[in-house]
């Protein structure tokens, strides 16, 4: 079979200006990554040769060389000139360091905090500009929150509100949706969800103004079911969806909205094995003694246990978080999910492309595999509650 003519000397070198006009464009930097994806488009162009015609080959190599190349672009950003940012649960972790980074870039930052002179805020004082200004908000008081809206309104006159970052979030228990309070998943949907939802409509009007960001701190957790973070997944699973029904409903005023989905990393609340010492021997002292019985006190600190080495393997450099709500709010073109952290993206890839066993089975080996409750364990009595009724009555067996 005839092979089709490739380009000539001339052609080529009309492909190859064009391709540096490009990579000047995208404003690259030479290093591995780069060098790894131009070895990689060499080695695909020497079999496009051999194994397809030239149009389909040109085009095959033209559409691989501008996705591999976007990707490694440093994306636009937008200057910072005199914009404004309102950052929730500034305490500590994403809150803080968002904050001091925002701060030393040049923003005016309104970032909220549980406790004025918390460590976390007494920090921001010393080590922040004075554009920084701190409020005290609690996102389960509404009280708090016209509070917040009131003082947003009366330091943003000049400047406008450039973006909101939801980072504010709350989780108390780890344990099996059976033995987690009802009043455990309450607690985390008023902080989680509800009140981050009555903030960010409050500050709707504003943003709208400004063409602005709204950017939240997720989890995986709502995305998928981790074991024994059932409460705390749900909320942000509500979460999530808001911000995807904000994103539709606000593009047409210019509002880009973003959800950063972080692996695990070593904030504060991840560092204080004491505080989640105590929030155990709270569930055990509280569980009621019929499902004491049924799960085991030794299937509560197995899982317990699993849940602290899977904290103790976080990471400790909190900057791709940060770097990620950064580029939210600067990115000419915001993505609409992040997903900073090691592996994060090979969890995504299991969690919608692997068979439902394999998933469930990668989460507990990756986070809590719980073992077997102490009812369904052989040779175990079956504790009375579980056992059968062996003369229902009328109305029950209806």
């Not at 949706?177 to 509800?194: D, I, K």
């Not at 990471?315 to 992040?338: G, H």
């Amino acid at each position: 079979m005839e092979r089709w003519p490739w380009p000539s000397g001339g052609a080529w070198l009309l492909v190859a200006a064009r391709a540096l006009l490009q990579l000047l464009r995208a404003d690259l930097r030479l290093g591995r990554p780069l060098l790894a994806v131009l070895a990689l488009l060499a080695a695909l162009d020497w079999l496009c040769q051999r194994l397809l015609p030239p149009p389909a080959a040109l085009a095959v190599l033209a559409a691989a060389g501008w996705i591999a190349l976007s990707r490694l672009a440093r994306p636009l950003r937008l200057p910072v000139a005199t914009r404004a940012v309102l950052i929730t649960g500034c305490d500590s972790g994403f809150g803080k360091e968002t904050a001091k980074k925002l701060d030393a870039m040049g923003f005016t930052v309104l970032a909220t905090v549980l406790e004025l002179n918390s460590p976390g805020a007494l920090e921001l004082r010393a080590c922040c500009s004075p554009r920084l200004r701190l409020l005290q908000m609690d996102l389960t008081k509404p009280a708090d929150i016209r509070r917040a809206l009131e003082f947003t309104r009366a330091h943003t006159t000049s400047t406008g509100l450039w973006g909101l970052v939801n980072n504010a979030g709350f989780n108390d228990i780890v344990a099996d949706v059976e033995l987690s309070p009802v009043a455990t998943f309450r607690t985390c949907m008023e902080v989680n969800f509800f009140g981050a939802l009555e903030l960010t409509k409050g500050l709707l009007p504003l943003l709208r103004h400004s063409k602005g960001r709204i950017v939240t701190v997720g989890s995986p957790a709502g995305d998928m079911p981790y074991p024994c973070l059932a409460a705390y997944g749900t909320s942000k699973a509500a979460m999530a969806l808001l911000m995807d029904s904000f994103s539709c409903e606000l593009l047409p005023w210019g509002i880009k909205v973003s959800v950063i989905q972080p692996g695990c990393f070593k904030t504060e609340s991840v560092r204080n094995v004491s505080q989640w010492e105590q929030r155990k021997q709270l569930l055990l002292a509280n569980l009621p003694q019929e499902l004491l019985q049924a799960y085991g006190e030794d299937y509560i600190e197995h899982s317990h246990g699993q849940f602290l080495h899977s904290l103790s393997l976080a990471l400790p450099d909190l900057s791709p978080v940060v770097d990620a709500i950064t580029d939210a709010l600067l990115a000419a073109r915001p993505r609409r999910r992040y997903y900073p952290g090691r592996g994060v993206g090979l969890m995504y890839f299991i969690h919608y492309y692997l068979p439902e066993g394999l998933r469930r089975r990668f989460l507990q080996n990756f986070f809590i595999n719980p073992c077997l409750p102490r009812a369904l364990r052989p040779g175990q009595d079956t504790p009375q509650a579980l056992k059968p009724n062996p003369n229902p009555s009328p109305v029950a067996a209806r």
